[in-house]
């Protein structure tokens, strides 16, 4: 498959890659979150009122990331 270079592709493509990127990093963060709440539940971090914090920032991040960009696939 050849490569394609962002300036070739069209308008609705750039953006429908930027709505994907910004979807997948708002994921990441969120999953990491979790990993870090779940870590100090286990007390391997110390816990210093973390565990519900991170779980309300995961929540937050997945709710905005719906609300302002849908689902995959309607940029």
């Known amino acids: 498959m050849p490569h394609a270079d962002w300036t070739t592709l069209t308008d609705d493509q750039q953006l429908a890659l930027s709505r994907e990127a910004l979807r997948r990093a708002a ?12 870590e100090m539940d286990q ?11 991170l779980r309300l920032f995961a929540a937050v991040i997945r709710a905005t990331n719906q609300e302002a960009f849908g689902p995959v696939g309607r940029a």
Request: proline share 4%.
């Open 27 to 38: 994921e990441t963060l969120a999953e990491h979150a979790e990993v870090l709440a779940a």
């Open 43 to 53: 007390g391997t971090l110390a816990d210093r009122g973390g565990p519900d914090a």
